[in-house]
Nanobody, 121 residues
Framework: VQLQASGGGLVQAGDSLRVSCKASGRYATAWFRQAPGKEREFVAGITWRGSPRYHAESVRGRFSISRDGAGNTVSLEMNRLKPEDTAVYYC???????????????????WGPGTLVTVSS
């Protein structure tokens, strides 16, 4: 399975940005991010059915994960971006437990190549 990620780029603090990930099939999908010198961390996740959804405390209220009607594209809408949101964002898909979101990188079977989000102050 290839995860096709799109979006990302350079924005200013307070701006909005969307990253999307396309994967055909039944998967729970999550976004993780990794800043320079830091471990990869969970950002948001959504089950194949579209509910429930989870967001990390650091992004709750600013970011929103969603899945399109066909279920193949998962988007992460990022609002009120902060410089500390700067990172490479990775899309990940989980096959066996597609109706369960995990916060651990170990529980995902497939990973996208990552897309860089840079937020300037």
């Amino acid at each position: 399975v290839q995860l096709q990620a799109s979006g990302g780029g350079l924005v200013q603090a307070g701006d909005s940005l969307r990253v999307s990930c396309k994967a055909s099939g039944r998967y729970a999908t999550a976004w993780f991010r990794q800043a320079p010198g830091k471990e990869r961390e969970f950002v948001a996740g959504i089950t194949w059915r579209g509910s429930p959804r989870y967001h990390a405390e650091s992004v709750r209220g600013r970011f929103s994960i969603s899945r399109d009607g066909a279920g193949n594209t998962v988007s992460l809408e990022m609002n009120r971006l902060k410089p500390e949101d700067t990172a490479v964002y990775y899309c990940a898909a989980r096959r066996e437990s597609y109706n369960s979101v995990s916060f651990s990188t170990n529980d995902y079977d497939y990973w996208g190549p990552g897309t860089l989000v840079t937020v300037s102050s």
